[in-house]
């Protein structure tokens, strides 16, 4: 019997039901709120590659506080017509991509930088059927604190046999204690959270800095998306013509930035670099029609862009089966 016939059927069965004895039954709300969802991870093929998304937790943030106010109209527009509002609830995520001889982790989520409602990252690889042991490459796209926290637990690194790579540019900044001591006091611990998170890779002769756009490994090369940070990378998964880029912090508020890419984050390293690369890449994914993963949209954060005039809209993937 077909899918189509089978549920045909079952509809019709709990149609009669309905008019029956069953259909009086009384509802009971007796059992207390479970106030957990699912383990936080999706995945999709991407030709012969497997994608797992994984959500490292979300969190309340004051979008107020974040993005560059001198649009401050513009962005509660953009956020009302989104039905949000200026606590806006952002997406951690990271991705791992299995090419089937190595398993790459995206970003690693903030570990213990952040508090509790985020650094569930690990908790997700092994719901998703991995272990942290078996990833052998990590991609950091910049080293702020909700990109690298999860690479260390108590000073010591959570994914042992991995070589972690990152921006040239990125380490030379973040990692420096030069360029740490010529901060501004309140932007030291960035640095600390960077180095900390590091440490135990660079000591190992485990970290790898990215010198240039290239191929990682077959399928997977990096890309140049400065601006967020100094050294802030994306990279392309590509498998059987399908294609992928993983791109980080490019955009972080999508109520507002797809609609309007001239609005910015405070904490871009280089408002004006940011903003050019934004507009840049958007432009190039909708005109391309390929695939996008964000660190900040809404879990599991893949889906495609499209041009709408001067603006983009964002289509996040349909659920589906892996079969």
Do not use: C
């Amino acid at each position: 019997m077909s899918i189509s016939s089978t549920f045909a059927r079952t509809a019709l069965s709990a149609a009669i039901l309905l008019g029956g004895t069953l259909a009086l039954a009384p509802a009971h709300a007796a059992a207390p709120l479970a106030k957990t969802s699912a383990p936080g991870y999706y995945r999709m093929m991407l030709g012969d590659f497997e994608v797992t998304a994984l959500s490292d937790g979300t969190h309340t943030l004051d979008s107020d506080q974040l993005l560059d106010q001198t649009k401050a109209a513009t962005i509660q527009q953009a956020l009302k017509a989104a039905d949000q509002t200026h606590a806006y609830e952002w997406s951690f995520n990271g991705y791992l991509v299995n090419t089937g001889s190595k398993l790459v982790l995206i970003d690693t989520g903030a570990g213990a930088f952040m508090g509790s409602d985020l650094g569930k990252l690990v908790e997700r690889i092994k719901a998703a059927g991995y272990t942290p042991e078996q990833i052998d490459e990590i991609y950091i796209t910049h080293m702020h604190l909700d990109h690298v926290g999860g690479l260390v637990a108590n000073g010591k690194a959570v994914f042992p046999n991995a070589t972690v790579r990152a921006g040239k540019a990125d380490a030379d900044f973040w990692l420096s204690k030069a360029q740490e001591d010529k901060a501004p006091a309140d932007a030291r611990e960035a640095f600390d959270h960077a180095q900390t998170a590091l440490n135990p890779y660079v000591k190992a002769g485990h970290f790898k800095p990215i010198a240039a756009d290239a191929e990682l490994v077959p399928g997977i090369r990096s890309v140049s998306l400065s601006g967020h940070t100094p050294g802030h990378t994306g990279y392309v998964v590509e498998s059987k013509g399908q294609k992928l880029l993983v791109w980080g912090d490019t955009l972080h508020v999508q109520a507002v930035q797809f609609a309007h890419p001239d609005v910015s984050i405070k904490f871009d390293s280089d408002i004006g670099v940011a903003e050019k690369s934004r507009e840049r890449i958007l432009a190039d994914v909708a005109k391309g029609g390929y695939l996008v993963a964000g660190a900040h949209i809404a879990f599991p954060g893949i889906g495609h862009v499209v041009a709408d005039g001067k603006a983009y809209r964002w289509l996040p993937v349909s659920y589906a089966e892996i079969h």
